[in-house]
């Protein structure tokens, strides 16, 4: 639920404000990554410890959901980087 209210707040953002459109885009990339890595954590939380090889697949769950929010991280620095280059603005 929070998760879709930030994307549609930065789709609406977008929408209202043309410029800086790859700042949008890393933003999004970071929300749905980042998605994605809580639905993996999950995912391994909540996987049946009775199973015979629960172990591993419960460590592979979260070495992916920990990959996933790397790159989730790596796209937010970029996007943080993208919103404060500095423009310059023609008087003309």
């Known amino acids: 639920m929070v998760m879709g209210i930030a994307i549609f707040v930065t789709v609406f953002l977008w929408v209202k404000n043309k410029n800086n459109k790859l700042g949008y885009i890393w933003t999004l990339l970071h929300f749905l990554l980042v998605s ?27 070495g992916i959901s920990g990959v996933v929010w790397a790159l989730s991280m790596i796209c937010l620095v970029i996007a943080l980087f993208k919103f404060s280059k500095v423009r310059k603005h023609s008087d003309s």
């Open 36 to 62: 994605a890595a809580i639905y993996f954590a999950l995912k391994g939380i909540t996987f049946g410890y009775n199973h015979p090889m629960a172990s591993e697949e419960i460590s592979l769950q979260m």
